[in-house]
Each structure stands twice: as structure tokens, then as C-alpha cells.
């Protein structure tokens, strides 16, 4: 065992030889990023060895410079424990602490008011009848000319009241029933749940506790997880907690983590199953805590998320999801008890996953779907999906049609050499007026990096002031001295060394520039190619949700201005925030509309842009500021 | 901690002040009888202490003689450890091994191949529809074209070949789900089993394994426990084992067993879950290992008891049972996976309990009913099963009654100064043939005591030589010396000291004759009742079957004799053995059976005699031999 410790924290831990400085921290719980689930391919794991010995190899090198090699700089996964050692993790390496709901800056969840379960105009008995209910029964004792078991008693009672059929229990609420009824002199009250075209009984409770109950409603995504409590009786959300999926640090996007769980480690799949479960039982037991809500009134929970972190939230191998042909396991997951899952509210709790269509349309976008109500009304709207993976779903009450589209990370921060997710200190608006170059970063702090709202403005901004060529290649001559060539790359500096945190100038790389070109150009031809598919223009759709991590931050005359949006009528462009979170939570008060989900799941049909010959071509075209063919964007003057 | 060593086996064991007798031994598994689960009122705990200090207390004192509390016998229940102790455990306090399947002597089950599916007339569709049923599916591999989950692959399969509609999956079947059909060529075999009208899919394993499949019906019997190993796609049955219910050490009938779940005990519910559950996987063990079955290919189970006994088996509170008006927590069981019970099959192998009635008619009688077919045909019939409590069930395919009456548990040994059960040692035949006593003991051993088929004919051998008058009592001038005075108590000396194994006289007494008569009485008078109550004679009654522990070793004529069964042609008099595993077994075999049993359950009228006034006429005639009202035995001649 050596004795490591890790600065600034100064946490000290001891670890085994042979082990790498990742694995060590990893195991200590010392965060440090990792966006290939250390396999040395992204170069994020940077770390400095101010004390002990280490070795050179092929791999770190590639990602260091050499000042930075003397300085004694490795990649935290290549480098094997040989001796003790004392490790300083740079600013650029430590994961960014989730302060989403604390600064209410990165996404704007939607206002829980805002959720109307009237946008289902089809259906007209569109009453308030959530996933559970819980009913309230007064009953008389049994006589001998009344001698039901305690059972029966119940579910005539709640024949009566409900008009429903079909009941069944849970082994587990009748254990100690006989004296839960003596105790309550005959007054409980149930908690049921629907199943087939049976009741399942989940809980009884002596009294009248129906204002008691509550539900969750969470949004699983690749980067961040958000849950709600959902009062049940009124339907009114009594908090709402997010933090970051804590799974980024086997790594960072959906294909890391796949290739994390179906790898050469062993318990891999376990590895990220109990990371997002334990997310979701920290985030509740706070909000319960804080709202004063026992965790056993939690009786139902909706989660919603891409196609694989739904098998990951499920412990189910995501492992061909990512291969040819892009099979999943499942679309439609198994209803399974609290208990099934670890999840920490009542056991016996239904836990519902929002189906799947397809390996990269996942549940969020058919909850994105239930939330815009697209599938509800017969003008034809769209609903777009920006992260790493750019879902695009198409339809209206007839028809769907959907397709997703490998963008990258780079919206995201991922893969852009300064690149950060929506946090403290990130570039979130960057303009140049004059020539002269103005940012605004994120709670006004020193900036440290710059997210994906602060990207879509450089890419316009440059493109704007001719600083780049409409393939994104820097024009030096324009760039007014701040552009610079360094370690053989052409660079715009956006924050000078003193101005920043990171004690170096913050820049963006002629790569950055060509991987966003890529990214938008991706998400555009997605868009494009689906609409083709149907023979249907951009002046045929009646609106455009946008939904995705950046949120509210996103400038969209600037996102048509680099051809990330079509080139319409701004009006007809509709930011939805979180709407995978909006969707699980009307579904937890509808059953009708959980059932609705897994019609909307089946009827879509998935295009895979992998093998539709088209998109292709109208991906290079794409690749252009703001596109190949200007017509499409008669709007965007530069 | 005191020293304890228990004698004749030597164990030693450690014990804390404080603790009786008859809990060190519980703990230390030493086995010594109780009948009424310590509670000091049965006397069947006694045993002689040997070395050590003991306390005379007056609950031990009255089940004594001076003679015994002399040597330094004492109810191990009532007598607290105070000091180290050496044990002597009488032959007469130590449950009898299980040898019910090595000696063939006692419990007759039932022939597999009697068993006949067409026994229900009434089903036109009467097809073999088992419980569960494995399919063996041959699928293409997924193409760009045709790539839809792994999951919607199978059922899409499932459909073509079963044309079911709905099918649900088990989440332990979805995890290794890609691999599996991967390594496996896509040729899988699946088993599937029904829940309200969805299918849910409990198994998923490479190639055709459809022959491995094995169903499980038990018969959970206070006293004894059977298990039966079912070939699921051929029907036969593979293997049958069965042994004394070891929760016997905590109450020998089912009122002792709930004051012991119920009572100060705190984890007395538990103790006897875990005991029957331990029994069955026992059981289960023995004979997959023995038959070369693989545990996990047991993929469902069926069991058929009182209804004390299901609820302790689903580890339910029998709490309310014995008071009343006599109200179960359940008679219809949730059906649940074999994990939620413990069970040692298949984790999401299908557990089935076959419904009750009533707190004192339970599913082993629906099972009888299933297995006698009396529901299925226009003529009506009679099933009796003679135990401590006497079930009576009458009716046809239009109706169906039934009652319970307790009859004490004299006819299992129980409450009767040499009783025992039916195991080795036990007289099973007695004749008095010209003023000489002959008997017969199983495995023709040493007589240790006298079982059920005993008592019956003593009772009738007693009166058809008048040496007991028609109320029981001795008439001591017929004895011919065997009836003596002793204890103050008249006694009928069955065999002498030096040809019994006990070392003492084996005798009955005064008092166990008058329990005998109340026994039987109890029965008679309940079918007696029940068929007043409905309006009918023993005439009208095509058939009396009559199930229980005693089977075929009782004499009918003698049965007839003493007036437990009614005086008619003893041809229309049937045994059935055991038909609770039959019924059980049954159910396994045809999903239609097993909705049936719910059926039968819900429509049969329970009579509560303890409430229904007649009842109590009807007993106090029948305690007389063979009944007061002569004109019912007309065939007995004493």
C-alpha cells in the first residue's frame, strides 16, 4: 500500500501498487474527470505529480505538451501507483460541483404550474387520475354473520367506493393487517395502483393519511439527474433536486459508459447502476427531509431517459446497444417494486421507466413528446433534443417519426479544449461589438471555461466578423492579434492568462472550431433529413420545441445565425427546458397518459440516419457556416 | 450460562439463567415434544433431570406422579435453568423420526397415475394447460431493417407461436438477456406463466431446455409435509418426499402454533415461517438431488394447507383466526415469486397457495374438492377429512357447503396418555377375539404407544365386547384383569410392561376413551349437521370420501362401528388418501384447475357450527357408541 495524497484537498488515502492514480481516486471518492472511462483516449484525467516518481508513457504524452511533461503532468488513468506520491489536481481536471437548482442559472427546469394535463385534447375523459390513488375506507367490524378474511372486508369496501373489479395485494401489506385494522378501529386507508386490468393493493395505513402520499418524477440524463416530489392528492410538485450523474466519472458520454459496463471490468454494469441509484436516493432523501415527507410515503416514482441509461437505472447490459444494428435490449421496461431497484421510498413503491423507441431515442424524448403534446394535435411540430446525442421527433396526432444523430459532445463542453459544462465560472454569452470582444460567464466569476450557449456564440460571432471562413477556418489577418499559434495549433484567445482563473489564457482551438461546425451541422441535417423523409418543408411545421441542457441560455437568432435552427420565424421556436421531466411527472398523474407513452413509444417510427443514404449529403452540406446551400437561410446576412 | 447435557444423545449445550428447559433445548435443536407450545397445559414436555436442582412448581406437579416427581421428572416448559443440569429425554417426549416415505407404513399418498385431468367434465376445453409452459422459440438476428429490441424480438415470436396477446417480462430475465440469444444463436426456449390476462415471462435460457422444467406441488399439513416434483411437459411426477412438519416443536396443532406466532415470543411468526420454509427447500433438495434436477429448472409451486398453515407459510400473522367470529387476514393468497418466500427454486419461479374458505376450511380442502372432482358432477358427495379438526365439505356441480368442527386431536394421538402417530412402534391394529387382546405395530416393532387406526379400533373392540358401556365408560368386571386402578384413574392394560419398548404398562385410560367418543362424536355430528342443514339424508350422498393422516390403515366397518363414519354401504365409503397434494397437483398441471380453486373457494358456503345452534344437539347425541339414536347404525349389532 502507498500513501497518496491529493491537493488542493489534501485528502490522503492509501492505495495498492499497480493501481492507477484514477482507479485510487475513484475508489476515495476524490473527484476527477474522465470522459473515456479511462481508457486514455480523451486526456481529461491531467493530473501533476509535485511529489514521487513516475513513469513516462506513450499515451500521456500525446496530451501533454513538454513544459507540461517536466512539470511533471500525467494522465491520472495511465499512471500506475509506484511509490507514495503527492498529486495536485489542476482547476481544468476536477469534475465542476453541480449548482444548477443552487444558482438557478444552467437549466431552467419547466415551472412545475406550467404543466397542463388538458394538452390531450383526444382524450375526453381527461379526468385527474394518477398512477396510484390512495382511498380511504371505513369499515365495519366483522360479526358472525360477517366473517370475511380481513381481505376480502378490504376489497369489498373498495369495490364500492372505486367501482373498479379486479384487486390484488402485496404479500408484504398483509403481513401485519389483522392488527392494523383492530389497531385503526376499521378505518385505513389504501393505496392502490393499476397493473394489467387488475388493482394492485401497494400499502395500507391505519387512518386517513391520503394527503400523506407522494410520487417522483425523475429525468435520468447522461449529465445530470433532476427528481421532483409530486404531492399526490393535489398534484402539485413539493420540491425539485438535481445534481450530476455521478455515473461521468466511469465516463463521460453514453458511449464511455456503455463500453465501461460491458467491458473488460467486471462489475462495471454494477458500477454505474449503483452510481444513479444512489444519485436518486441522496437527491430524495434530501428533498424528503427538507419537506419533511417520509420516505415511505414515496409511492410511485416515473423516470425518463435515454435509451441507455434507462438499461443502466434498470442494471440491464446496454452492451449492442452501441452495435450494429443498434438493438437494445428492451423498449418497454418491466413495472418492478421500489425494492427491485434499491430506490429508497416505500418498498413495495411501483417504480415506471417512460419507454424507449429505439437504441438512441429514448424515453425523454417520448416524455418530451407527452409534455409539448405533440402527439395530441394535428398540426405537424417538432421537437429537437441538443446534447451529445441530437434526437429529432416529428409528427402530430396521426403520425411520428423520429431519428437521432451522433453530434458530439461538443455543446456540451466535451471534446473542445477549454470546453465545461454550464457551471460557475463558464463563458455563457460571448459578443464582439467594434472588434472589441465582451463575455459574461456564469454567476459572474472568473472564467474558467466556456459551455455550450458561450460556444453557439463564438461559432456566430466569428462567423459574423469574418473572423472565420464559412468552413470555420480561422482568417488570422481578421483576428485583431488574438489569434495566436501555439503547440502547432491556431488559437483565439477569449480570456487572457491574468483575467482567468485557470492561470493561462482560455482559448479556442481551430479543432474546437471544426468539431462544433460538425456538431450543429449534425443536429441541422438530422432535422433536414427527417423532414425530407416526409416530403414536409420548414414553412409546414407549426413549431419548433427545443429542448436540452442549455436551456434558457440559448440565443436563438445566434443558433439560426451558425444553422444549428432552421432559418423561420423565431416565434415559431420554443425553448422547453427539461421537458423528459415534465413528461415523467404527467405521467405519474395520469395512468392515462403513462399508457399513452407506451402507445407513442410504439407507434413512432425510428428513421436510423446510420444507413438513410441522404443524410449523409446533408450532413456535409451542413458542415458550413451557415450552410452549403444559402437559400436555406435567407435571414443570416454575413 | 448453565451447562446442559440432554440424555440419551449426550449433547451438551450452554444456556442462559432463566430460560426454561424446553427453550435451551429449542434453541440447541434438541427436539422434545410440545403440544401446546409451552405453555404448561399439554404435558407432553416431561423429562427427568437427572443431576441438577430443579423447582417444584404446581403446573408440572399436576401432569406427574409422586412417583415420577420423586425420580425428578418435571415440563421441561415450565422449568427455569438454575444451575447445570443433565437431562434425561423419555422415549414418550421425543418427536418421532419421519419415516412417513422409507417404510411405507403410515400416510398412503396418493398414486401419481390416479390422477385424472378429465375428472372435470364440466371444462370442454380440457386440455393440458400447466401453470406454466416453456416454449422453445427459433429466431432470425436482428438486420438494419428489422432491429428491434431483444425483448420485442421474443414476445413478436411468442405471439406467432402461442397466439397470446400480452406478455410481461421478469427484470432478472431482461439483464443478461443480449448475451444469452447472442451466444445462442437466437434459438431460446422461454417460460412463460399467466397473471390476470397478461403472460409474464419468468425465464429466458439458451437452445431447447423445454424437457428441464419441473413444477412443485406441496401438501403443508400441521402435522406432515409433502412434496411432490412434477415433470411440467410430460406430467409425470418425477419424485415424492415428505416429513413431519417441524414446526411441531413449537405447538403440536394449529391453536398452539398461532398463540406461539402471536403470543410474548417476538419472533414467533418468524420461527415458524422459517421452519416450514427449511422443510420444504429440505425436501426440494433431496429429491432434485436424488432425481439429478437442477433446482432453478423448478419454475413453480403449488401448495394446499389449512388455512393456519398457508398463512404461516406466506409468513402472515394468524392472529385472528382462533378468535372470534373467526376471521383470516386472507383466504385468496397473493401470488408471488419464489424469492419473496425464501424458496430454494427458480427465483421468479411462480408461487401458488391454494385458496381457503374460511379460518377453519382451507385450501387442502379445495383441493380435496378438486381431486374428488365432487364439484364437476350432478351427484352429490361428501368429503371428510379426520384430523384435529374434522372438515366436512359437501355438494355438486351447482353447490357446495361446508363446515369444521373440532375434534381434538385423540384420532392423531394427541391428548391420550400412550397416543402417538402413525411412525414405528405405533399399535395400527387391535382385536379382542374371545377374550384375547391381539395387536399390530408398525414395523412390527416393540409397542411404544397406539395411532389413530388404534384408538378406532379399541373404541370398537371395547364396545363390541362390552367392556365400555355406550356413554364409554369401563365396566371393570369385563376387563378380565387388564383393567386396573392406577393413579386414580380406571385403565385398560392394551400391553404389559415387559413387551413394551416404554418400560411401563401400555394402557388406555377412562379419560382417553371419553376424548376418543368427543372426537368422533364431533365429526359425526358435524356431516350430520351439515347435511340437515342442506335437507338431505346419507341416502342421498353418492359417495363419502374420506381424506387424513390415518388413510388406508382405518377400518371402515370399525369406523361404522364406533359411529364416526355414517351407517351406510361401506362400497359408497372411499379413501382418497391424501387429496390436498393431489388438488395441488392438479393445479400445477392445468392453469383451468387453478382458477377453479378460487372459484370453489369463493362459492362455497362456510357454516359456522360454533354458531349454528343444532350443532350442539347433534354432538351430545353422537357421544354415545354407537349413537343415541340406534336407528341411524341399524348394521351395528353390539
Redesign the interface.
Known sequence: MYKLTFLPDGKKIEASEGSTILESSQAAEVPINSLCGGNGVCGRCRVQVADGKVRADARSMSFLSKDEIKAGYVLACQTKLDGDMEIIIPPESIPKEPQILLEGIQVQYSNPEKIQLHKVPTDPANIFDPLIQSIYLEMGS???N????????IIRELRKKTGYG?F????SC??????EL?ENDWKITVTIAR????WQILEIKGGDVIKDSYGAAVDIGTTTVVVQLVHMKSGNVAGVAGNHNPQNRYGEDVIARMIYACGREENGLSHLNNAVIKNINELIASLASEKGINQEDIHAMVAAGNTTMSHLF????P??IRL?????????Y???SAK?LNLKINPDGLIVVVP?V??YVGGDIVAGILATGIADRPETRVLIDVGTNGEVALGNSEWLVCCSASAGPAFEGGGIRHGMRATRGAIEKFTIENGEVHYKTISNAKPRGICGSGLIDCLYEFARNQIIAGDGTFRIEAGKGRIIEKDGETQFILAYSPETEIGEDLVITQSDIYHLVQSKGAIFAAIKSLLDYVGLKFEDIATFYVAGGFGSSLDIQKSIGIGLLPDIDPQRIQFVGNSSLMGARMCLLSAHVARRAAHIARMMTNI?LS?YLPFMDEYVAAMFLPHTDRKLFPSVTY
Do not use: F, G, Q, W
Open positions: 366483522p360479526t358472525p360477517d366473517n370475511v378474511s380481513d381481505l376480502d372486508r379486479s390484488e395485494i402485496c404479500l398483509l403481513r401485519d393487517l389483522a392488527l383492530r397493473y394489467a386490468n387488475v434498470m442494471n440491464l447490459k452492451c449492442t450494429e444494428p443498434y438493438v437494445p435490449t428492451a423498449t418497454v418491466p413495472r418492478v427491485d424507449s429505439s437504441s436510423e444507413t
